[in-house]
Antibody, heavy 124, light 106 residues
Framework: QVQLQQSGSGLVKPSQTLSLTCDIS??????????WNWIRQSPTRGLEWLGR?????????DYAPSVENRITIIPDISKNQFSLHLNSVTPEDTAVYYC??????????????WGQGTLVTVSS | EIVMTQSPAILSVSPGERATLSCRAS??????LGWYQQKPGQAPRLLIY???TRATGIPARFSGSGSGTDFTLTISSLQSEDFAVYYC?????????FGQGTKLEI
């Protein structure tokens, strides 16, 4: 059974950096049949895919254009986790942030496991 | 970026009835389409992938159809636990995108 456990600060000041970590159990961050994703949800922007990391003989990391100048996703094989860093935050970045696994195989597809979600509020 | 449009925004139905939810993509996504259910305070739950394949553990009353730009999620006989918000999501092109959701209410 795959489990994703999120941790990180729920309150960030404007212009600072939002940082969250997602610990993986039951799978590997270096799995060749998965990607590891950050998604956020707010009343104004709905569900928004922020970025993903996946390993296929080397690491590939993709970012959504809406945040590509401010975001970094870092996979860590030694800790079996991946992290999100979003800098220069504004109140518009206030949202519930989720980590999630997308399975990519012949037998299955879709984003099938999600973290519990972290409400991040950007406020001074 | 592919824009996903869902209709209706709110669907009022009674338990035991059939519900039909629609999703349209701004360009073809082939069959790279998923449906998710979300209840208050919870993460989205994968129901359907590949436009028509039920995910593990999803009851047979949930079915998906369509390809290209037009998709449908059908719930054949609504149970009380099915009242939630439903989202479609394309994974044909990066960035992946969601629709704005359909709220299924009693």
């Amino acid at each position: 059974q795959v489990q994703l456990q999120q941790s990180g600060s729920g309150l960030v000041k404007p212009s600072q950096t939002l940082s969250l970590t997602c610990d993986i159990s039951g799978d590997s961050v270096s799995s060749i049949s998965a990607s590891w994703n950050w998604i956020r949800q707010s009343p104004t922007r709905g569900l928004e895919w922020l970025g993903r990391a996946y390993h296929r003989s080397k690491w590939y990391i993709d970012y959504a254009p809406s945040v590509e100048n401010r975001i970094t996703i870092i996979p860590d094989i030694s800790k079996n986790q991946f992290s999100l860093h979003l800098n220069s935050v504004t109140p518009e970045d206030t949202a519930v942030y989720y980590c999630a696994r997308e399975v990519i195989s012949v037998a299955a597809a879709g984003t099938d496991y999600w973290g519990q979600g972290t409400l991040v509020t950007v406020s001074s | 970026e592919i824009v996903m449009t869902q209709s209706p925004a709110i669907l009022s139905v009674s338990p035991g009835e059939r519900a039909t939810l629609s999703c349209r993509a701004s360009q073809s996504v082939s069959s790279s389409l998923g449906w998710y259910q979300q209840k208050p305070g919870q993460a989205p739950r994968l129901l359907i992938y590949g436009a028509s394949t039920r995910a593990t553990g999803i009851p047979a009353r949930f079915s998906g159809s369509g390809s290209g730009t037009d998709f449908t999620l059908t719930i054949s006989s609504l149970q009380s636990e099915d009242f939630a918000v439903y989202y479609c999501q394309q994974y044909k092109n990066w960035p992946y995108t969601f629709g704005q959701g359909t709220k299924l209410e009693i």
